[in-house]
């Protein structure tokens, strides 16, 4: 079955450092979001991304977020500079589109873990 | 913001017990989804609802959509070790972006 892939696994870094998490969503799909999730709770939406722009985004997601789809594979998430309290999980999801006739679903990564000192 | 509150918050239970966890919103929404999320993965799909009273299986998993459209309950029949993970409900909101419960962590005693 086909997934969507992300790298690393696992980010330290220190604060006020820039990160970029990368990701390949499945080949055909054609919307891109990112999800975090701190350590015990619930998965939290960052961000939409749709037809090379960001569609809809959160709170969270302000001017230190930055997403970008440089080529036709990869999707990054970067933080310009980190804070501790951008410690979390980081979900990279993707979908063909959301029209139920088809029963299409969205995709999770297995997500970045972030660890900021 | 939109208030989705899921319960219980954790279960812990014996192999071969069934499982009930439910969810209630503030609000009315069209599309309610069930995600169970292993330890160090991302959430994967169970079950998709997509109308008020409907009732979905899968599996040993069974779903059903509140007829008022702010509630829904998930129930896991015949418990295995396996099934232990975190469950949450999630709602897809009209800009098709996902709203997450707080989970329910599921442990299962063999």
């Known amino acids: 079955e086909p997934e969507v892939t992300q790298t690393p696994s696992h980010q330290v870094t220190q604060m006020g450092q820039e990160v970029i998490l990368r990701c390949v969503p499945i080949?055909?799909?054609?919307?891109f979001y990112w999800y975090r999730q701190i350590l015990g709770q619930k998965v939290e939406f960052l961000v939409s991304?749709?037809?090379?722009?960001?569609?809809?985004k959160s709170e969270i997601f302000d001017d230190q977020f930055s997403v970008e789809r440089p080529d036709g594979s990869n999707f990054t998430l970067k933080i310009r500079s980190t804070k501790l309290e951008d410690s979390a999980m980081y979900f990279c999801?993707?979908?063909?589109?959301?029209?139920?006739?088809?029963?299409?679903?969205?995709?999770f990564g297995s997500g970045t873990q972030l660890s900021v000192l | 913001g939109q208030q989705l509150n899921q319960s219980p918050q954790s279960m812990f239970i014996q192999e071969g017990e069934d499982v009930s966890m439910n969810c209630t919103s503030s609000?009315?929404?069209?599309?309610w989804l069930w995600y169970k999320q292993d330890p160090g993965e991302g959430p994967v799909l169970l079950i998709a609802?997509?109308?008020?009273?409907e009732l979905t299986s899968n599996g040993r998993l069974t779903a059903q959509f509140g007829i008022t459209r702010k509630d829904s309950f998930l129930n896991i029949s015949a418990s295995i070790p396996s099934d232990v993970g975190i469950y949450f409900c999630?709602?897809?909101?009209?800009?098709?972006?996902?709203?997450f419960g707080s989970g329910t962590r599921l442990l299962v005693r063999p």
């Open positions: 080949s055909n799909h054609l919307y």
């Open positions: 999801a993707s979908t063909v589109n959301f029209i139920r006739a088809t029963n299409e679903k969205l995709f």
């Open positions: 609000s009315i929404f069209n599309t």
């Open positions: 609802l997509y109308k008020a009273g």
């Open positions: 991304f749709y037809n090379n722009e960001i569609s809809e």
């Open positions: 999630a709602l897809m909101d009209s800009s098709y972006k996902l709203i």
